[in-house]
């Protein structure tokens, strides 16, 4: 096993309900991640009640990151929780991403500089929901019941070895299934704060992170994530986000103005 240390990023807003499922599925790894950090946009004490349980009862360092709820900024406290990580590599999620039992093996071993690694992410259907929660069901596969696109659920780790490092962004990527070494993270000024509102803030991050130089791997057939279901996020931001991404691309930005280097030094 490579010999740095990793920090599982987990961000959520408001769905406790979920967040206890990710994070039955973080202590139930066969890697356990070195420590946890729930990067919280504004979510209630119900929240808070659920983490604090997990606290108590974990061997794993469990760190609870929260701001006020002012709308959607999910680039503002995730920057603000992976300067607080200890680790040297970021493994990142969204708080409704139930994670595969090697799901933090899988990408400690893929792991490299100059590198990030990006996953599939398979769908828990809004049919399965109820039974979802009931039965507080974290272990899935290609054959399990309420899952659709299937073949995303397959795990080989032979398959996975065929793919190799890329030098372009992927529109395959998703921000809910990510790693990446915080070197490379704080290179770049982490996340852009200028985006807020859904949409756009993981991808414009890994666009800088190309044009900085820095490889994309994606991860096929192994890290895998089962998503579930909700309701889509207004995308009344979306039009401006993509405005500055595009000015990303068309400028070959690597540096984020407004970014992470000021919560770094109260780390």
Avoid at 210 to 226: D, Q
Wanted: net charge positive; aromatic share 12%.
């Amino acid at each position: 096993m490579k010999k740095f240390s990793n920090t599982l990023i987990i961000s959520t807003y408001n769905w406790p309900e979920a967040l206890d499922l990710v994070l039955k599925s973080a202590i139930s790894q066969n890697q356990l991640p070195e420590e946890i950090i729930i990067a919280d946009d504004g979510s209630t004490n119900t929240t808070k009640a659920l983490i604090e349980q997990y606290k108590s009862n974990s061997l794993i360092p469990i760190h609870h990151v929260w701001h006020e709820d002012n709308g959607f900024r999910k680039s503002i406290i995730l920057n603000k929780a992976i300067a607080k990580a200890k680790g040297d590599y970021i493994i990142q999620i969204d708080g409704d991403c139930i994670m595969h039992y090697n799901f933090i093996k899988d990408h400690m071993l893929s792991a490299a500089l100059n590198t990030y690694l990006f996953g599939a992410r398979v769908n828990i259907q809004e049919s399965y929901l109820n039974s979802l929660f009931k039965k507080k069901k974290i272990k899935f596969n290609a054959f399990s019941k309420g899952i659709k696109k299937r073949t995303r659920a397959i795990y080989s780790p032979f398959l996975a070895s065929l793919y190799k490092t890329q030098n372009n962004f992927s529109k395959k990527f998703r921000g809910c299934n990510t790693s990446f070494f915080k070197s490379d993270f704080i290179s770049v000024n982490g996340y852009n704060e200028a985006i807020t509102g859904w949409g756009r803030e993981d991808s414009e991050l890994m666009l800088r992170m190309h044009n900085k130089g820095v490889k994309a791997k994606r991860l096929r057939y192994t890290g895998v994530v089962f998503h579930i279901w909700h309701k889509e996020k207004s995308k009344g931001r979306l039009k401006t986000n993509d405005s500055i991404e595009q000015e990303t691309v068309n400028n070959i930005i690597t540096w984020a103005k407004n970014g992470v280097d000021k919560y770094l030094k109260d780390a």
